[in-house]
């Protein structure tokens, strides 16, 4: 872990190797300007209109948390934060990984409804967001994001006056590193803050990246649950690897804890921007969160957005209320949005509900669809069924009897009853405007209630694909149209679909497909 002189922005890009003096001028001024906001302070906020602080924990599985009933004391702080807030002890996220599940955050709406589901697809830019409705109605609006699914590079910048995302582009190779840390994020934040004129209410959305791989804390974190490491001992590889070469038990223990120690340290980063807020004076309240957890070999598999167990799903939620409380009903990141909306007194409209007052039974519907995987999840009050497209079958889990999905069932009633009421809430989107075979390619046809790989269309039939960016051709076309991106087909093509989602296709640069494929977010 490098040294924390300075945050990352004022010492990107600066080595022995510099030469141009004006980058030794732009470097000289960026830390002119960080010593001065050093030496500002936070102005008093609005006590009558609260700021309101939206943390993302990036891949923190909900039973990692004390205040979850983990047995390490892991997040002290987010602790005694809960202690005075609604603890959600059932909230799921509608993906397994980063990009579909804060589109979700952002938006509202479940991976079904805003369908951005691959890294090639961005955020339309006239899809609500909760960050636009804020600034629209005289919040300011800040963000620090530390990984480049939630960066600009997919839209995630609209709607905020100040966003900063430490130029994840995939040409940063510091970036790629993952070496924005905690201590970063805050820095940034505070430094924002410091620009804010007295009395102005805001909207902050922070992104930590620390408990993702590679989880390397500084110390005295890394220290807290390992010894400290010895040059020969065993170190994150990257995800691909652990699927060819299960860990050892001396492996997985390290990398446990290291992901512990990045859990313990983020902690005390919070603690900071918070105590720092409580000086200046301000009134906030606070939602902490995750988009997705990660598995450590409980399903013979290591790491997340390949599977849906309960692992990747449950997910913390921590949302300040006026009096504390766990909250045992169903509750998903779709959620988010209306609540800060409520609290904003802003117009917002999706389908997540504001979780300030009574919350209905629903069920959550997720899905994932990296690599060759293609699953789709129903949560419900009392269970869970995981459907696996690609190999058409199906696992049911009791929740009430079994959170932990340690058994399931299949081809029960009930599993079929779930899956059905599943199928429901996909819909038949597709209709064929003329006859012709029709193939799949990346995913299946769903035709009354049978998947396929081809389907012998009449004029007027209607159908499903999954995953939603399924590519679909009729006959010997070489066109294929999808239900999202730049290949939705048009009201005169062969086949339509009723829902459409237009969005530009995000070009990757060679050194963020080389770093996704790292992550295991890109096979070879």
């Not at 966003?163 to 970036?175: T, V």
């Not at 993952?178 to 959305?205: G, H, M, N």
Request: aromatic fraction near 10%; charged fraction near 20%.
């Amino acid at each position: 872990m490098r040294s924390k002189e300075f945050p990352v922005r004022f010492i990107v890009g600066f080595n022995s190797q510099t030469k141009s003096i004006r980058q030794t001028i732009d470097m000289l001024i960026n830390l002119m300007l960080f010593f001065l906001l050093s030496c500002s302070s936070i102005p008093r906020g609005d006590a009558e209109r609260p700021d309101i602080v939206l943390i993302s924990i990036d891949t923190l599985r909900a039973d990692h948390l004390s205040c979850y009933g983990y047995e390490r004391d892991t997040t002290p702080f987010i602790d005694s934060l809960a202690a005075d807030s609604i603890l959600f002890e059932r909230a799921f996220s509608t993906s397994s990984w980063t990009l579909p599940a804060h589109t979700t955050i952002m938006t509202g709406y479940p991976s079904l409804s805003h369908r951005i589901v691959d890294e090639q697809f961005s955020i339309p830019a006239d899809q609500p967001r909760i960050a636009t409705a804020l600034q629209t109605s005289g919040w300011a609006t800040g963000a620090v994001v530390s990984a480049s699914f939630v960066s600009r590079l997919y839209g995630f910048d609209r709607g905020f006056d100040f966003f900063e995302d430490f130029g994840l582009n995939g040409d940063n190779k510091r970036n790629l590193d993952a070496e924005i840390d905690a201590e970063d994020i805050v820095d940034r934040a505070l430094q924002w803050y410091q620009t804010l004129p007295p009395k102005q209410s805001a909207f902050l959305f922070l992104h930590f990246y620390d408990a993702h791989y590679t989880c390397d804390p500084p110390s005295p974190h890394s220290t807290r649950y390992d010894p400290p490491l010895s040059p020969d001992a065993p170190r994150y590889k990257s995800y691909p690897h652990y699927q060819k070469n299960p860990l050892s038990a001396e492996e997985l223990t390290h990398q446990i804890n290291q992901y512990d120690e990045s859990i313990h340290y983020v902690d005390t980063q919070i603690k900071r921007l918070f105590t720092q807020l409580q000086q200046a004076d301000r009134s906030v309240r606070w939602i902490i969160t995750s988009d997705h957890g990660e598995e450590f070999g409980e399903r013979g598999s290591w790491g997340h957005g390949h599977t849906l167990f309960k692992e990747q799903l449950h997910i913390p939620l921590i949302v300040s209320a006026p009096a504390s409380k766990r909250e045992k009903t169903l509750v998903g990141l779709h959620d988010i949005a209306p609540t800060i909306a409520q609290w904003a007194g802003v117009p917002w409209t999706s389908e997540g509900i504001s979780l300030l007052g009574d919350i209905p039974q629903r069920s959550i519907l997720s899905e994932t669809s990296r690599f060759s995987a293609n699953r789709l999840s129903l949560t419900t009050a009392s269970h869970r069924l995981d459907w696996d497209v690609h190999n058409d079958t199906v696992l049911l889990f009791d929740h009430e009897r079994d959170f932990s999905e340690r058994s399931a069932t299949s081809n029960s009633a009930r599993s079929n009853e779930l899956k059905q009421a599943l199928i429901s809430e996909l819909g038949q989107p597709w209709i064929a405007n003329t006859s012709g075979l029709l193939r799949a390619s990346k995913g299946k046809i769903l035709f009354q209630n049978t998947l396929r790989t081809e389907l012998d269309l009449k004029e007027g039939m209607r159908w499903q694909a999954i995953p939603f960016d399924t590519r679909l051709r009729l006959g010997t076309d070489a066109t294929y149209y999808t239900a999202i991106g730049n290949k939705v087909p048009t009201q005169s093509s062969p086949i339509q679909v009723s829902t459409t989602h237009q969005t530009s296709d995000v070009e990757l640069s060679p050194a963020l497909k080389e770093h996704l494929k790292q992550l295991g977010y890109i096979s070879d």
